[in-house]
């Protein structure tokens, strides 16, 4: 629940707000929506009504004693938690515990389907309710629904280890969109779909058939007169990856206070004013590496690499799961383990290891950051690791430093952080020496760098792209019959691209990114396509009909890593001088061999490129065939000058200056976004092609074109596309409309 009950001795309770990040972003989500919250209070075998609270419905579940100890401490906890985490300790598997999680699975789902209105979007939330969305889909074929696993989904031979393996697969396809952390773990889901269904698949879709009981509840549900329902046959299931986040900006905010920062000096000076204070902060869980990063700290202070008291270990260990064996098993060895390293190489008044099993609030958690100059994050497997996040967001002085295990899903977003592999000890030990001794130069370098992205991908911004694919998923509700509106002259040509691929086809949708389904920013690093594009992107690649690719100026490298497409997806780079297929999350890359008179040429162009840009904010992009000149954030009369510069380089023979939006590539083979269409129409056999795109590039591709093909310019400019729309939320409209043709079928 998002908030925390309460009961007094006599019996009487009050409820007061969670400040959890989950609550945080969503609290304001549910406002605006009327939304319910249906959550267990904490408490157990206490009934309570549904309540409102500062424009929301909370509805309670009840949990029993026994359902707490065989659904929540045992299956959820020592079953499924166990297997998610690569079996760092066996799972039990108990029958009883399985009845005791499907039996409040249920509970749950059937709060949900009593308090959500017709069409409404439900999200499910963790490891804990797995079989909700297939026992709300049963219930309730009307929703839009979602689930976010916020741990890792494992490899299929782990999977497999689960008795009831099947029904938790059959349980998570309820939804209509399944998030998870990490690509990775999205890929995981993917495969046990593969091994353990007969469903098809394609990239992150999987199509699953509509049932009888789907089609009659529906029906149940419809008015019989003056509306009509659109019932497909098949539904299709999106996995995929949505990193979360933490409030990064009220961290932030929060370390920035007056008291917050003395109080981050007064922990250096209760701590003797270490030269090196290193910090872990977790739950005390078998998963967060604890006893590794440990063992590393000691044998550093025994390899006399680190010594006390100019060096500090503060390990603060949140009680966790204390009825649970496996748990109070590691809190022994913890505690061993402090006392045998205190007792080595502590001093009096001088601990090596200051050890705090209890939980602490926010701001002594946002001191404790401050004062920290090496941050320790060892987990063996964990799903994110918000830790990390904290610890950067709390960094507004661009100081300290973050060794990262490479098992987190941070991992994937933090560059900046030192990675670790928390197993191997020695290499541990060299990355906790190297942080405690980085040049501060290159500490502020990498800070930055860590919370450019941290303040930028927030928890906010996880809800609301998450929210923002779920609702793109078609309503399955009855819709009022009324007279159909004349076709414009776009949703015209869509209806018979789409009636072609209904013919066999296949047709071929390739489109640009920048501009295109990336809206354009200042730092292309941080440019993503739109997550209703993403959605897009998946329902259409997953037609037997179509064929998906990317055309772009990027290196295909570096779109691959930009966008999210799905498998089968062909990428083309640097405006047709590079192809590869995008296929079980690997780039297969088609190589580019140029002759050594045009290799020489590249290396002189890159050269003096180079040259020009020196102390300025622009920057030179190597591609296999091209150096390009990117102006994008450059001062107006630098970046005009740039440009003349790198056109007047680009003005002998051999080489193909091209002249974009704040960028000037100059190529050494004579390719063009029009000659890779050409390429991709004849290979893929495609008999019909769309095109869409943003830039002078593009317009080049639009004028080598057929007429019937169907062509689209985003945004402002002259155009020799048939189409236009005015920027990439447009185009992704265009592209889910096509999606819808796709899969209902042409009108």
Known sequence: ?????????DGSHTWSRSPGGLVTALWPVMQESSGAWVGWSGATDVELAPFDSDGMRLVPVELSTADLEDYYEGFSNDTLWPLYHDVITPPTFHRQWWDAY????????DAAASHAAEGAVVWVHDYQLQLVPAMLRAARPDLRIGFFLHVPFPAVEIFSQLPWRKQVVDGLLGADLIGFQRVGDAANFVRSVRRLTDLSTRGQVITVPTDDHDDAAAAHQAPHHGTTAARPATRHVRAAAFPISIDSARFDALARTAEVQQRAREIRRELGDPTVLLLGVDRLDYTKGIRHRMKA????LRDDRLQVPEATLVQVASPSRENVSAYQQLREDVELLVGRVN????ALGHAAIHYMHHSYPMEEMAALYLAADVMLVTALRDGMNLVAKEYVAA???????????EFTGAADQLAGAILVNPHDIDGLKDAITYAAHLDPRESRKRMRRLRRNVLEHDVAMWSSEFLAVLTAVPARVAVPAGPAAPASPLDAALTGFAQTAHDGGPVLVALDFDGALAPLRDDPEGSRALPEAVTALARLGAHPGVRLALVSGRGVADLADKAEVPDGTVLVGSHGAERARWEDGTLHREDLVLEPAAAALLEELRAGLTALVAGTTARVESKPASAVLHTRGCDPDVAARLTAAALALGDRPGVD???????????VLTVTKGDALAGLRHDLGARALFYAGDDVTDERAFRTLRPEDVTVRVGPGDTAARFRVDDP?????????LADLLVDGPM
């Not at 499907?102 to 789902?109: G, K, M, P, T, W």
């Not at 007792?343 to 502590?346: D, I, R």
């Open 1 to 9: 629940m998002p908030m925390d009950l309460t009961i007094a001795e």
């Open 102 to 109: 499907r039996r409040v699975n249920q509970r749950f789902a």
């Open 297 to 300: 700290f000691g044998e550093l």
């Open 343 to 346: 007792g080595e190489f502590g």
């Open 395 to 405: 960094r507004s002085d661009e100081r300290g430093a973050l060794v990262l295990s």
């Open 657 to 667: 200056a091209m002249h974009g939006k704040d960028v000037v590539e100059l190529a």
């Open 729 to 737: 939320d447009g185009l992704a409209a265009v592209l889910l409309r």
